[in-house]
């Protein structure tokens, strides 16, 4: 019975180490795929401060323009994505008021949980 044992106990030695081996290939694969996607990134020439500029949407709002929001109606029981959006609006809890820049970004936000706030144009 020993010898039976001391069989299963090879096998079972072999079988680790051919696992061993295996998960050793892929991280090294892993790892050149991380290297020459950093290459590829590296030689990518920088864009100018120029033509980052030209890229964004001009805004719509002039300088200085401002809203008033108010959170009027509580977020308990609401889509989380609209908790989010009244979060990033600046808003905390019901009756606070923030004033926001008037530009399209915060007219969306604004429309997306309109059913919670109040908008005051300044």
Not at 25 to 43: E, G, L, N, R
Request: aromatic share 0%.
């Amino acid at each position: 019975m020993s010898t039976m044992a001391n069989d299963d106990q090879k096998k079972v030695t072999k079988k680790k180490a051919t696992k061993k081996t295996a998960s050793k290939k892929t991280a090294t694969k892993k790892v050149a795929k991380k290297a020459a996607s950093k290459q590829a990134a590296t030689k990518k020439a920088p864009a100018t401060p120029s033509e980052s500029e030209a890229k964004q949407a001009p805004s719509v709002s002039k300088k200085g323009q401002t809203m008033r929001v108010t959170l009027v109606k509580s977020l308990i029981g609401t889509i989380g994505r609209h908790r989010a959006t009244v979060r990033g609006l600046g808003l905390r809890h019901v009756n606070h008021t923030v004033e926001v820049e008037d530009s399209p970004a915060t007219r969306g936000m604004v429309n997306k949980v309109n059913y919670l706030v109040r908008v005051e144009k300044d």
